[in-house]
């Protein structure tokens, strides 16, 4: 395929799932607007359509909590294609929103699309309406997240991650418990294939968490000390860590003084805290469960993410490094999970599959740490899979199988975004 060709189907499928003001992941499986799939579409829409990039940010941002927390999903239209729905998170917001919050990426994203806007008057305004709220959010996670003041936040269900089954909640997962939590019926499994989705098991313990958080009212000065799911994820605090520093940055710029100085002194903590994460046997970062104190073992593309955040150079050097050794047993980087691992799942979302997303974010680190050698190789296997495979929600890392949802936002957005 032509590189024209390729932005213009991209740009097809983001049309598709265009709502007006909002994009939905893609028809059917996600008919809602998720937090960290607006702001990486964004990215996308600014290279075509600049007003519409801020218009995306502009309505997730429209829906934060008076605490500062950015919902994870925000319900705009009823359907009843996606379990669970509003009625089983019971927030009380209009219009309803999950009670749980997902990857800080929509900072990094502001500052992206200011940096290159071409409509510098539009970029200027729509950045102080909406650095405020951004900042505000950042200062929610150090606040209710990390209650001990350690530098890292933690994630208290798998789905604020956004790699909702991957292995390292595996053993913090057996804590969870199952009774208790009301019937339900799967909608995920009739668009998508069930073999490549989490398993029964693993969505009752992810409903039990929403009721348990639903029954304490969703009050964010309760929820992290009650959960009995409290993990420190390095590609999550990455993701946060470099927010706040890409908006200190453009904070400044724009004469915002609080807001640089806070959030300058929010990364920095992040990223000293960080090398507490840093496992040495694996060659990379790992998630700590912040409920034992263990740091984890799991060799989980987490702790590659955590390229994205301006982490030292010796460690970004090694997360090359390790990208390398991995790409010894795939065909296409970067596997979600190591392939030599036994826990490996080349078709099961978290488990193995290659997410164009997650790829973008380690090639940007990467690049911007100037430890580029691995970066063609991303950016090319990325190219690869959608020539081979089309624009899905993700692909084995072996045979290049499209996996999950057809025609995906984000998906599309990363292929305009990689090829401009
Ligand atoms: C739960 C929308 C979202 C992504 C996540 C991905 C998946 C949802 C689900 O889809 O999660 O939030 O129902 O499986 O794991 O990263 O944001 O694309």
């Known amino acids: ?145 990390d209650p001990q003041g350690t530098g890292l936040v933690a994630v208290l269900h798998p789905w604020e991650t956004g790699r909702d089954n991957s292995v390292d909640w595996d053993a913090a997962f057996e804590r969870v418990p199952t009774e208790g939590v009301a019937p339900f019926t799967r909608r995920d499994t009739t668009h998508a294939n069930p073999a490549h989705r989490p398993t029964d098991d693993q969505y ?95 060799p989980s593309i987490g702790g590659i993410l955590a390229a994205f955040a301006p982490i030292p150079k010796a460690r970004a050097a090694a997360l090359s490094q390790r990208v390398e050794v991995l790409s010894h047993s795939c065909n296409y980087l970067v596997p979600s999970h190591d392939p030599t691992s036994p826990d490996f799942e080349g078709l099961r979302y978290w488990r193995g599959p290659v997410w164009l997303i997650v790829n973008f974010m380690i090639a940007d680190g990467l690049e911007q740490a100037g430890e580029t050698a691995m970066v063609p190789r991303i950016v090319g296997d990325c190219l690869a899979l959608i020539e081979d495979s089309g624009f899905a929600e993700y692909h084995d890392p072996i045979t290049a199988e499209p996996c999950g949802g057809a025609h995906f936002t984000w998906t599309a957005a990363m292929v305009i975004e990689l090829l401009y």
């Open 1 to 145: 395929m032509q590189r024209h060709e390729m932005i213009d189907h991209a740009r097809l499928v983001m049309r598709d799932n265009d709502r007006g003001t909002y994009t939905v992941p893609t028809h059917g499986l996600y008919p809602f607007q998720w937090n960290w799939d607006s702001a990486l579409s964004a990215l996308g829409f600014s290279h075509f359509d600049e007003a519409r990039a801020w218009q995306e940010l502009t309505t997730l941002m429209a829906h934060q909590w008076a605490d500062g927390m950015v919902p994870h999903i925000i319900f705009h239209r009823p359907d009843d294609g996606y379990f669970p729905g509003p009625e089983v998170w019971g927030t009380g917001h209009t219009p309803p929103t999950s009670g749980i919050t997902q990857p800080a990426v929509a900072g990094f994203a502001v500052a992206r699309i200011h940096a290159r806007a071409h409509d510098k008057v539009l970029a200027d305004e729509q950045a102080r309406a909406l650095l405020p709220k951004i900042h505000a959010w950042h200062q929610w996670f150090y606040r209710c997240r």
């Open 204 to 298: 009752k313990r992810y409903i039990w968490l929403v009721q348990t958080f639903r029954a304490l009212g969703w009050d964010n000065s309760k929820l992290h000390d009650a959960s009995p799911f409290q993990m420190v994820d390095p590609g999550f605090n990455a993701i946060l860590i470099r927010s706040c520093n890409d908006i200190a940055d453009l904070a400044e710029r724009l004469g915002l003084d609080d807001i640089a100085v806070q959030s300058r002194d929010m990364a920095r903590r992040g990223l000293d805290a960080m090398e507490t994460l840093w496992n040495d046997r694996l060659g990379q970062y790992a998630c700590l469960d912040r409920t034992t104190g263990d740091l984890l073992d799991s």
